[in-house]
């Protein structure tokens, strides 16, 4: 059971009363049916329904914890504050607490929390201590190896925050947009893909014959841009990918490059949309 820790996270704590109302009503997912003991991935968009925040939120006893990307996370508790008006909510980065992950079996009990990542069954858990008190057998880079194996994205790793839709991070996918629940910001944009079924951009997974090319290194085909790679390990990677600009290209005969490496893409096992057929099957 590896167990890595996560020194580019960091927890924005929304506490209080009327924690549950504020965040239902901003964020993508849903915190009033969020059970103890489970992280779900969420995020915050902008009006036009662009992803400014991406997380992983679960319960405290007075309110929830947002497990969000360390760069990001003073400007997440400022945005979140924002929409506070007079609501009787506490919001703060939370310095005193460290992020890990462990998969591949049981989880280790720690004193602040343990938490199962609900993106995928085989991700593991989230844990949350005290920052110094806790010993990792593992690196980041292979927390980092196992989540791109399994084809889960993260933000400022795989896509850009304010210039990628959830659809397009596979959020609908992963459990991070509750269709069902009421207005949020950015909802309307992010109903109106669902229900259309405009999302032409996806992750994907990406194999190479030899080592990844570097993140953010333009795909191409027959001349033509497909998108952009993402985060990598080895001859694997994530990569955003325009599917009908792809499957135009596989029909033309055109090989994808990553740069001057040739790349094959093929569908994460738990995505539900379509592929093109000659783009490859799911990813083991």
């Known amino acids: 059971m590896p167990v890595a820790l996560l020194p580019d996270r960091a927890l924005v704590t929304v506490s ?55 760069d990001r996370a003073a400007d997440l508790a400022k945005r979140l504050t924002l929409y506070r008006l ?3 909510v506490a919001i703060a980065v939370d310095p005193t607490v460290a992020v890990a992950a462990s998969w591949a079996g049981a989880s280790p009990a720690v004193e602040t929390g343990t938490v199962a990542d609900t993106r995928h069954v085989d991700l593991g858990a989230r844990l949350y201590t005290a920052a110094g008190a806790f010993s990792a057998d593992a690196a980041e880079a292979d927390y980092h190896s196992h989540r791109i194996r399994l084809g889960v994205p993260e933000g400022g790793r795989d896509y850009a925050y304010g210039d990628a839709f959830p659809h397009e991070a596979m959020m ?4 991070g947009v509750d269709f069902k629940k ?64 792809l499957a135009d290209a596989l029909a033309a005969g ?28 799911p990813a083991a």
Do not use: W
């Open 16 to 70: 209080g009363p009327d924690a549950a109302a504020l965040l239902q009503g901003v964020l993508t997912c849903n915190v009033e049916t969020l059970q103890e003991a489970e992280a779900r991935l969420g995020a915050l968009l902008a009006p036009q329904g662009k992803i400014l925040f991406d997380f992983l939120i679960s319960r405290i006893p007075d309110g929830f914890r947002i497990d969000t990307a360390l």
């Open 86 to 88: 007079r609501a009787q």
């Open 172 to 175: 609908d996918q992963l459990g």
């Open 182 to 245: 009421g207005c949020y910001v950015g909802q309307e944009v992010v109903s109106r893909m669902q229900h259309r079924g405009t999302a032409r951009t996806r992750i994907l997974a990406a194999h190479y014959p030899g080592e990844a090319p570097p993140p953010g290194t333009e795909i191409t085909a027959g001349g033509k841009g497909l998108g952009t790679t993402g985060s990598a390990a080895e001859n694997r990677g994530l990569a955003l990918v325009r599917l009908d600009r």
């Open 254 to 281: 055109a090989t994808p490059l990553a740069g001057d490496r040739p790349v094959t893409f093929e569908k994460p096992a738990y995505a539900t949309f379509a592929l093109p057929e000659a783009a490859g099957s």
